[in-house]
């Protein structure tokens, strides 16, 4: 049987009560603003991460960003994912069952860095005051084929950006038209070849920084020699 979500004597953390809220106050498919899930657990912080930790147990839960329809703030509960108030449940992760050599390989073709931000591995988020740095994953995502079809592959996000957490919040399509308009035509190639490759191609200066970061700290400073003595 599945508990109340404002059961006083419910033990269970945020993601948990978000969870059965969703189930028993939005529904499936239908939509919900941030202000209505603040207002059902006012005075915990982050209750908006802990929403999108449920993204992690299979849970869909849309912004703007998935669909372009939604008004800002508001989101849509597309379809729930496992029980995660039942501890026999088990947990389907978004990080696939993939061996230590097939995660590093997939994280080696990325250059260990996210293929959305690209932020490096242990690199701090830049507007992050508390020095938050970055963990990588991999993540599966939808690939769209030319003839409409689609297969699944498997990509390098930083944890912020498999969540969906966003500092800017979500862009808006005109906004992006526009900013498409105003490149450079060097830049718009390069964008156009993100995507038809769905992911970004981090320049050899990116992929050097990221190589430069994994050697110990004798090579950094060899490297850093390097440049202060060569023009």
Known sequence: MRPAWNDPGLRAGTRIKVALWL???????NTFTKAQL?????GVEQVDRRMRDLRDD???????????GLPTNTLCFVKAGDDVW???????????????????SVL???DFMCTVCGIAAGEA???SRRGETAQLSVSVREELLPEGASKQRFVTECKRCRAGDTQAGSPQTSDVLTAVDSLS??????????????????????????EYRR?????????????????
């Open 23 to 29: 189930l028993a106050e939005v529904g499936e498919g």
């Open 38 to 42: 603040r207002d059902a657990f006012p």
């Open 58 to 68: 299979g849970w869909i839960i849309h912004t703007n960003r998935e669909d372009p």
């Open 86 to 104: 039942d501890p026999r449940a088990a947990r389907k992760r978004s990080e696939p069952g993939l061996s230590n050599k097939e995660r590093a």
């Open 108 to 110: 080696a073709a990325d």
């Open 125 to 127: 988020y830049p507007e």
């Open 185 to 210: 035509a060097a830049d718009r190639e390069e964008l156009a070849q993100w995507v038809r490759r769905g992911r970004r191609l981090p320049r050899r200066v990116e992929q050097l920084w990221t």
């Open 215 to 231: 050697l110990p700290a004798d090579a950094r400073v060899a490297v850093a020699e390097r440049l202060r003595t060569r023009p």
